[in-house]
């Protein structure tokens, strides 16, 4: 067993390798400059964001699109996942993670178009829409529509379920001292209610709890940024001086070169937003919206809100702490340096950690159920949701290291065929954007759902 877990953390190293990291960097740098810098709508987009719109074909409002895609997205990797960064980058890291969710908002956007373009109305009135139906009705190839719903399927399970459960009931044993079966429970219990009602009751969730998270850790981020205002200035200019010059041994420090804050801070950006993977716009096919673009324009907000704010955020906590110094690594720093504000620091955290944590759960139950139905037809949602409540309590109870690995396996694999599409049907992207966005057209209608996946 041992050797399978080593094999199988070797595979999550290779995968996550320098190879698809620069196809993933590689697509947001082309995309970006494809689409004009897509950037710069992003005023607008955030304006189309909190509009609760009811327009046009879909399930659930943009809105509520918006928040179940960042409830799957803001989870640990925007708290222990900066201070990974940190500790092997060193403060360089936090300037390219920002960077790179910069960049990644041009992939988020035209991973929306697309899926919204070739979504389809289900047998049961349903919108269904991802990559999958991109790779099949937008390329003609199912057979890699295939084997994306089936890498979706397993890291749901593992990234979006069990290792989010078994983080969840080991911190409330560790400050609480709960047992983590009781925990498990009362976990499970929450997920049914809401889950079984599907994506309306997920996203009715989610529009509530993703606002009250966001708000409520980026306000006790600045909240302890205030009670040390006076290193601010030395931290800020340390993390862009450090990006470009690497980080001296300090401390228990062991130092880390510019090659290296690259590398970290890309690669925990990167898994971090999510862009390129393919798992958002799974969400984006089910918003009430006009055409592909006022949806993408929505969806791309996603990513400034992970990376460019909320990890942020967390890494000039982390680094203005000063704790990184001390050789600390991942969840230790972090608890660490928000323990240096006393009781605000850690009550910060553990809520912080807790709703990041329940809403990954609630978002990525989606986006397997989809997967599935993909693959499997209609008849294997219900059976589904109830696989996926057991699936939280077991994973409560259970040390879970190999399930890590392999769903971060999955999970980087996920970007193969999704950045294929994207690559490839750039065009249509382009075209979609000169049609609705760059003509001013984003209130024209856009033809039904079924009439766009035929095209």
């Known amino acids: 067993m041992q050797e399978f877990e080593k094999f199988v953390g070797q595979l999550s190293d290779f995968v996550w390798g320098p190879p698809l990291l620069i196809l993933l960097l590689g697509t947001h740098i082309f995309l970006t400059f494809r689409l004009r810098f897509i950037q710069r709508y992003l005023g607008k987009a955030v304006k189309l964001s909190v509009q609760r719109s009811h327009e046009g074909q879909g399930d659930v409002s943009q809105f509520g699109a918006l928040t179940t895609a960042l409830a799957a997205t803001i989870g640990t990797g925007n708290i222990v996942g900066v201070a990974t960064a940190i500790a092997a980058g060193g403060p360089g890291a936090v300037l390219w993670m920002w960077l790179t969710g910069v960049f990644g908002i041009a992939t988020k956007y035209s991973e929306a178009v697309l899926s919204v373009k070739y979504r389809i109305k289900t047998e049961r009135g349903r919108m269904a829409g991802g990559p999958m139906y991109v790779l099949e009705r937008g390329m003609k190839q199912k057979w890699l529509g295939v084997i994306f719903a089936i890498l979706t399927t397993i890291s749901a399970f593992g990234i979006g379920n069990m290792v989010q459960a078994n983080s969840i009931s080991s911190m409330v044993n560790e400050t609480f001292h709960i047992a983590p079966w009781i925990t498990g429970v009362l976990m499970a219990v929450l997920t049914a209610f809401v889950i079984l009602g599907g994506i309306k009751s997920i996203a009715k969730v989610c529009e509530f709890l993703v606002p009250f998270m966001a708000i409520f850790y980026v306000g006790g981020c600045i909240i302890l940024l205030i009670m ?166 077991v994973g409560s109870v259970l040390s879970l290291s190999t399930v890590w690995s392999l769903a971060d396996v999955t999970n980087g694999l996920m970007a193969i065929p999704n950045l294929i599409s994207l690559i490839a049907l750039n065009g249509v992207v382009v075209a979609e954007t000169r049609r609705y966005l760059w003509s001013n057209n984003l209130n024209e209608a856009a033809p039904l759902a079924t009439e766009l996946a035929d095209a």
């Open 228 to 393: 040390n205002a006076s290193g601010i200035p030395a931290t800020i200019q340390l993390i862009v001086q450090s990006a470009f010059t690497g980080h001296a041994m300090i401390g228990g420090f062991a130092g880390a070169t510019m090659k290296e804050a690259i590398r970290y801070g890309v690669a925990r950006g990167l898994f971090s937003n999510e862009s390129g993977l393919g798992s958002a716009p799974i969400v984006a096919a089910a918003a009430q919206t006009k055409n592909p673009v006022r949806q993408a324009l929505v969806s791309s907000t996603a990513t400034f809100w992970d990376t460019v704010v909320v990890c942020a955020m967390t890494g000039l906590v982390l680094v203005n702490s000063g704790e990184w110094t001390k050789g600390l690594k991942g969840a230790a720093l972090t608890r660490t340096a928000f323990s240096d504000f006393h009781i605000v620091g850690p009550t910060i955290l553990t809520l912080g950690l807790l709703t990041f944590v329940f809403s990954t759960i609630l978002g990525w139950s989606y986006y397997g159920e989809k997967a599935a139905e993909y693959l499997l037809g209609t008849k294997v949602i219900r059976p589904y949701r109830w696989l996926w409540v057991i699936a939280v309590l």
